[in-house]
């Protein structure tokens, strides 16, 4: 396999086809990532719209949001490794 071998797939966002040419190592990725998008798409649908756009929109802003959460935890837990690191520094080198 080469680094720039692509694949043409079809994967569906809120039952509308799409054809999508691929990294063929990132298949998996793109397959999972349209299902997640789904499932999201799919807890908008009881809200009041008849628009799809609506759906998909929320669901972009709701996985968004996610993903900020996630940086942010992420940052804290960073601060919390260092401070144990230099504590346990100040302990070694003391």
């Known amino acids: 396999m080469q680094a720039n071998d692509t ?44 628009d799809p756009l609506d759906r998909i929109s929320w669901a972009a802003l709701d996985l968004a949001g996610e993903i900020i959460r996630l940086k942010q935890d992420h940052g804290g837990i960073e601060h919390a490794l260092e401070e144990e690191i230099a504590a346990i520094e100040s302990l070694l080198y003391a």
């Not at 966002?13 to 054809?19: S, T, V, Y």
């Not at 990294?23 to 008849?50: M, P, Y």
């Open 7 to 50: 694949i043409l797939i079809n994967v569906n966002i809120d039952n509308r086809p799409l054809r999508l040419r691929v990294s063929l190592k990132d298949e998996e990725g793109v397959r999972l990532s349209a299902q997640v998008l789904n499932q999201r798409i799919n807890a908008f649908k009881s809200f009041d719209t008849q």
